[in-house]
């Protein structure tokens, strides 16, 4: 066995600490990560679920179902006392890894917005890349509009999911952006006040 594959079967084997369960039991849970396509990205993900107290269960490796970022999702079952699991959620996130999903937690809110201009001449990936990095987003959907080829104005509507309580900053970075690339962005309509 390679030292690689020695390192990940002693990280999905190493038990949970004994003095860590405080509650009398541990739980399962799924985090539903988002992991770029390079060599060792997925053995440095699991190293703060089990320098954290994480068991893990199973790892759910979806190279065939790409994100709109171009990178992979990846699904982990773990289990470890209630009060380990935000820590090892924000050990996940400080090391970089970009947790879509963790638990119960899913993004609160989704917002639908429209952007108009030369997407595909102005990098409609860096875009997606922008938003979803500068409004702390996902892209859901994508619909792109282009009547009159790709070197003409076109538009697209795209599907966010945000965390709830953070729409309106992720509509200021998506503003932002929608500036610097000389895109028209239409917003949705908030609220129904008269």
């Excluded at 038990?15 to 509650?23: F, V």
């Excluded at 179902?65 to 699904?75: A, C, W």
């Excluded at 875009?127 to 509009?145: F, H, K, P, Q």
């Excluded at 009547?147 to 003409?152: I, S, V, Y």
Aim: with cysteine.
């Amino acid at each position: 066995m390679d030292a690689r594959k020695q390192e990940v079967t002693a990280m999905v084997d190493k038990p949970a600490e004994e003095d860590a369960e405080t509650d009398g039991g541990v739980r399962a849970y799924t985090v539903r990560l988002e992991l770029v396509d390079e060599p060792g990205e997925l053995l440095r993900t699991l190293e703060p679920i089990a320098d954290n107290g994480g068991n893990l269960l199973s790892i759910h490796h979806e190279r065939g179902n790409i994100t709109p970022r171009g990178h992979i999702p990846v699904e982990v079952d773990l289990e470890c006392p209630p009060e380990r699991f935000d820590g090892i959620v924000d050990a996940l996130r400080d090391a970089g890894v970009n947790v879509i999903q963790a638990g119960a937690e899913h993004y609160g809110e989704e917002v639908n917005v429209v952007l108009v201009g030369d997407l595909v001449e102005n990098d409609l990936s860096d875009t997606l890349s922008r938003i979803e990095g500068e409004a702390s987003a996902v892209v859901r959907d994508l619909s792109l509009s282009a009547p009159d080829g790709t070197e003409a104005v076109s538009s697209a509507r795209i599907r966010l999911a945000i965390d709830s309580g953070r729409s309106d900053a992720a509509l200021e970075a998506i503003r932002s952006i929608g500036s610097d690339k000389e895109l028209t962005v239409v917003e949705p309509l908030l609220g129904g006040e008269a």
